[in-house]
């Protein structure tokens, strides 16, 4: 099951940032936070990853809560190839043996 | 970054045959796979974990007479879809990390998905 919450779909205009939210208040503190997105008909897509800190990568920008509990994955500037579903998902990070658990996800829909 | 292949990415089938679909990390090797099978409009569903020599771990509900994985080498894994019926229609995606560790809470890597449509 999903321990993850996340709004069904969320619009944003082109070339305007996106703050994708999530709710996770039963991560531990070995549990990473992970967001992956999958564009139509593919497979889902890697963005971006962390444990407390705040990250950033070419993709995206990861801001997690003090407490943990809660998460935004920031696109900087939305174009219309980040139309996608976006998911987020944590995942004990002490072994690779383990898969990601899928949620519903957040649609993301970029305007023009 | 790794790269997971999978092959065919779409396959109609007639009911009542069998269909293999085969996952390959191609510039990296994976003790252990996973498999996943998506319905329209709906999330990833995990159906097995396969583990190099030996047998997978099939999710509960998920009928591992009918689906049958074979994880033969580092680097391929295989789903056969027995019998297949309409039901089993669907877009299923295998995905890997990289061995020994996969680098804690490290990426996990899918293929483009096979599309499997059972007339």
């Keep these: 099951d999903a321990k993850t919450t996340q709004p069904n779909s969320m619009e944003s205009n082109e070339e305007e940032p996106v703050h994708l939210p999530c709710n996770h208040s039963t991560i531990s503190g070995t549990d990473y936070i992970h967001w992956y997105r999958q564009l139509p008909s593919q497979g889902p897509e890697y963005v971006i990853h962390g444990l407390t800190s705040n990250v950033n990568n070419r993709m995206a920008s990861l801001a997690i809560a003090e407490d943990r509990k809660s998460s935004t994955l920031i696109l900087h500037r939305a174009t219309l190839r980040d139309a996608a579903v976006y998911y987020c998902i944590f995942h004990w990070g002490n072994s690779g043996n383990t898969p990601l658990v899928f949620g519903k996800g957040t649609r993301l829909s970029v305007i023009a | 970054g790794a790269v997971v292949s999978q092959h065919p990415s779409r396959v109609i089938c007639k009911s009542g045959t069998s269909v293999k679909i085969e996952c390959r990390s191609l510039d990296f090797q994976a003790t252990t796979m996973f498999w996943y099978r998506q319905f329209p409009k709906q999330s990833l569903m995990l159906m097995a974990t396969s583990n190099e020599g030996s047998k997978a771990t099939y999710e ?20 056969t879809v027995t019998s297949a019926h309409p039901e089993d229609s669907s877009f299923y995606i295998c995905s890997a990390r990289e061995s020994p560790s996969g680098g804690a809470g490290g990426e996990q890597f899918f293929g483009p998905g096979t599309r499997l449509t059972v007339l």
């Design chain 2, 60 to 79: 509960q509900g998920v009928e591992k007479d009918k689906f049958l994985i074979n994880h033969a080498s580092l680097t391929l894994s295989t789903l």
